[in-house]
Nanobody
Framework: VQLQASGGGLVQAGGSLRLSCAAS?????MGWFRQAPGKEREFVAV????????FYADSVKGRFTISRNGAKNTAYLQMNTLKPEDTAVYYC??????????????????WGRGTQVTVSS
């Protein structure tokens, strides 16, 4: 399975961006992670492909929304009220089986290329 991510960019604090991630094959979960300079990769959000359940990191709850379009096999991360601390390279990741440990990057076998999100103050 290949993942194609897009949608990053530069935005002012308080602004919005939408990231997309298209999968080339069948998946079970798709998540977004981010990595800021000098920091470890951290979980942002995940969506179950079947049923659409979603889970978020506390730092983005109420500001970010993950969704999917099954027909396009694509997930989206709508990011609102962006803050400078959201600046990072964002990665989409997918798994072929439902994953209990969805916050662990090591549990995802498929990764897209990162897309830079920069939020200026």
């Amino acid at each position: 399975v290949q993942l194609q991510a897009s949608g990053g960019g530069l935005v002012q604090a308080g602004g919005s961006l939408r990231l997309s991630c298209a999968a080339s094959g069948r998946i079970s979960d798709m998540g977004w992670f981010r990595q800021a300079p000098g920091k470890e990769r951290e979980f942002v959000a995940v969506i179950r492909w079947s049923g659409g359940s979603t889970f978020y990191a506390d730092s983005v709850k109420g500001r970010f929304t993950i969704s999917r379009n099954g027909a396009k096999n694509t997930a989206y991360l709508q990011m609102n009220t962006l803050k400078p601390e959201d600046t990072a390279v964002y990665y989409c990741a997918a798994d072929y089986a439902r994953n209990i440990r969805y916050q662990a990057a090591s549990e995802y076998p498929y990764w897209g290329r990162g897309t830079q999100v920069t939020v200026s103050s």
